[in-house]
């Protein structure tokens, strides 16, 4: 698994480990004491064919929008998403069927600010899909407060594990 070092710059928040398949993993009640998060996840899915999703602060509203590239070795592309109900985590190319393999990280710029829109950043790597990175636009003020990854096809592996850091 991967692990991230924990030294000064990067304070462990919390970890949540599946002891069942689950719609979703979140995390919330974050303290507004950082400067920026870190979520690493590392996981899989009951059932393939849809994509891993993020909301904050229970926002289910089309406040979401973000730019993605993909790559696969032999053949690279891109795509827009703008006004959704949810930030993508690492496009459709992902979605490991009963296999922890599938692995982002996100992260969320100025998370605590209340006077700008909060920048989310992501990257995805798979040997067997390729590599996904996207830069997101939560269109709110509000502070992060809470954070929720779901699999808009199912239920997310047993197994999974999702940590979030603060950075300061």
């Given at each position: 698994r991967?692990?991230?070092?924990?030294?000064?710059?990067?304070t462990?928040i919390a970890t949540?480990t599946l002891?069942?398949?689950s719609a979703?993993?979140?995390?919330?009640?974050?303290?507004?004491?950082?400067t920026?998060l870190r979520?690493?996840?590392?996981?899989?899915?009951?059932?393939?064919?849809?994509?891993y999703?993020?909301?904050?602060n229970?926002?289910?509203g089309?406040?979401y929008?973000?730019?993605?590239l993909w790559?696969?070795g032999?053949s690279?592309?891109s795509?827009?998403?703008?006004?959704?109900?949810?930030?993508?985590?690492?496009?459709?190319?992902?979605?490991?069927?009963?296999?922890?393999t599938d692995m982002?990280?996100?992260d969320?710029?100025?998370?605590?600010?209340?006077?700008?829109y909060?920048t989310?950043l992501?990257?995805q790597g798979q040997?067997?899909?390729?590599?996904?990175?996207?830069?997101?636009?939560?269109?709110?003020t509000?502070?992060i407060s809470s954070i929720?990854?779901?699999?808009?096809?199912?239920?997310?592996?047993s197994?999974?594990?999702?940590?979030?850091?603060?950075?300061?």
């Open positions: 991967h692990k991230m070092a924990a030294g000064s710059t990067y462990p949540t002891g069942s398949n979703s993993i979140s995390f919330s009640s974050i303290s507004g004491s950082y920026d979520l690493i996840f590392i996981g899989g899915v009951v059932t393939s064919g849809d994509v999703k993020m909301t904050v229970s926002d289910t089309t406040n929008s973000q730019t993605e790559g696969d032999s690279a592309s795509g827009r998403r703008t006004s959704v109900a949810y930030f993508v985590c690492g496009g459709s190319r992902i979605g490991a069927v009963n296999s922890l982002f990280n996100i969320l710029q100025n998370y605590s600010n209340a006077t700008t909060k989310i992501m990257r040997a067997s899909v390729g590599t996904v990175a996207a830069v997101g636009l939560w269109r709110s509000s502070a929720q990854i779901s699999y808009a096809n199912g239920n997310i592996l197994g999974t594990t999702a940590t979030l850091y603060g950075i300061t």
